[in-house]
Every structure is written in C-alpha cells, then in structure tokens.
C-alpha cells in the first residue's frame, strides 16, 4: 500500500517505483501514459502498419510503371512552387494593407478571414458547382455577358489542376496573412519613425526595416507551408476528384485512386514515396525551430 511522504509543501507518492524512479518521474510517467497510448494507438499503429504494406519492392516497381504515379508526382512539385510562392508573396504584401490602423480595414480583414475559417468541404464543393461547365455560375455569367460559352474548368487538365491550386491559395491565404500581420504588428514603431525623419521612402523601408526583421518569420512560415501542403487533400479532390483522367492527381490523393482500384499496397507505397519530400522539409523546420 502506497504512503505519502511530506517534504516541505509538496507531498509525493512512495512506493515500488521509488527503488528505481524518483517521485517526480514516477508522477512525470503517470501524467504521460495516457499520451503515449493514444500515440501508439493512433499514430505508431497505422504508420507502422502502413510501412508494413509497403515493403515489397515489387509494389514501387509497378507504382515506377504506372503513368499516372509520374504525373502525379511532377503535379505535386509544381503544386508546392506554384502554390507556396504565390501565396506567400500575396501574404506578405496584404500583411502590409490589414496592418493599417483604419477602421474600414478591420471590417474588410474580417471577411478576408471567412474563407480559411469555413469548413473545406462545403467551400470547396461550392466553387466547383460554380465551375460547372452546364450551368455553373461562372459560366452563366461569361454566357449573359459575351453571349459565348465559358471554358469547361474542370474537364481540362490544365485549367483544373490551376484552378485547384487558386482554390489552395484562396482557402489558406487568410491564415498566413494573419500570422504575417502579427509579425509586422511586433516591428517596434520607433524604427519606423526614424526611417521617416531620414526621408526613406516606401520600398526603402520595407527593405531594411520590415524584411530584416520578418525575413525569419517568413521563412519559417514558408517551411511550415509546404508540410502542410503536401498533405493538402482537399483542394485537389473536392475540385477535380483527380480528374480528367486521373491527371490532377497529388500524391496525397493518389492513394484514393489505388484504393479503389483494390491495391491497398500501391496506395501505402505512394504515400511512402512522400517522404523523401517531407522528412528533409521537417528536419529544417525543427532545426530553425530549435534555434
């Protein structure tokens, strides 16, 4: 039976772990149990069973083989320069217009702020009924405004992997901008009052006070950026389904694909062949995190 053993306010247990454990690590692995069992349930488990599905060698053979797999691949390369630039660059300029104090912009940045805020399904599913070719929105507009036909958005590879990736930028744009107005925000006034004195202007300033003093923020921001975006299976699936002809494909919605073609090991595989992209990205993160 456990006892309890005062030293001065605290009061800790004492018993059979007390040979081999302090009270203070006894109550640290007691408090972190519960943590570790839903990791190792939720997290361990299936990544350690995913890997276990992948270990034929002959599943990234036939995954080498398949057409799609290299299409999806080289879509998920121009999905992170293309998306992750623009949206960080447009972050970072409409960092500089919310950070005005007028009342008007608070207003606006608080619609501006609505689509990142809303659920992704029912957003992402609205812009493509709006994209609908037979009587999508857009289209019914272009039609009553040129009395011609729009363009078929999503039944074109081209125009639906781009307008998957607008639908990426517009969906996170907000959060990244919020992030950058607060770095901005934290910029000490006094430096830019001093830069006024000494007449420099707009672009003078931007380039010697507030990059120098965001430029790791942003950098930071834009690893992040890309982990995430690399999981980002919404805004390709929920617009294109991969579609037309499976060539709006990402690896993160291949796998969707395998598994409806029954082959669960070619659906963990391209998952796996992620990680080359992934690890080295988290590895920076942690680094510049732990600086």
């Known amino acids: 039976m456990a006892t309890m053993t005062l030293s001065g306010d605290e009061a800790v247990p004492r018993g059979p772990l007390s040979s081999w454990l302090t009270p203070v690590q006894a109550w640290g692995l ?61 972050a970072l300029l409409l960092s500089g217009f919310f950070v005005q104090p007028r009342a008007w912009i608070r207003w606006l940045s608080v619609l501006f702020i609505l689509p990142w805020a809303v659920p992704s399904i029912p957003t992402i599913l609205s812009v493509r009924f709006m994209l609908n070719p037979e009587w999508g929105m857009i289209n019914q507009i272009i039609f009553k405004l040129t009395a011609e036909d729009g363009p078929n958005w999503l039944n074109d590879p081209t125009i639906a992997f781009t307008m998957a990736i607008l639908v990426h930028i ?12 607060t770095g901005r925000l934290a910029i000490s006034q006094d430096l830019y009052e001093a830069a006024r004195v000494d007449g420099a202007g707009g672009w ?38 991969g579609g ?9 919605t291949l796998g969707i694909r395998y598994l409806r073609l029954d082959r669960l090991d070619l659906a963990m595989a391209s998952i796996v062949c992620a990680l080359p992209l992934v690890l080295p990205l988290v590895y920076v993160m942690m680094k510049r995190l732990s600086r």
Not at 204 to 210: L, N, P, V
């Open 170 to 181: 517009w969906k996170s744009l907000p959060f990244w901008t919020l992030i950058l107005v």
């Open 244 to 252: 037309p002809a499976d060539l709006t494909h990402v690896l993160s």
């Open 30 to 90: 007691l408090l972190v149990t519960p943590y570790l069992l839903v990791f190792c349930a939720f997290v361990l488990y299936p990544v350690a069973y995913g890997f276990w599905l992948a270990r034929d060698p002959q599943s990234y053979v036939a995954l080498y083989n398949d057409p799609i797999f290299t299409r999806s691949a080289i879509n998920t390369l121009v999905f992170l320069l293309v998306g992750i630039n623009f949206k960080m660059i447009i």
């Open 204 to 241: 003078q300033t931007f380039r010697f006070i507030t990059w120098p003093s965001m430029q790791t923020l942003y950098l930071t921001c834009t690893l992040l950026s890309m982990i995430w975006t690399l999981g980002d299976f919404n805004s390709v699936y929920l617009l294109t389904g």
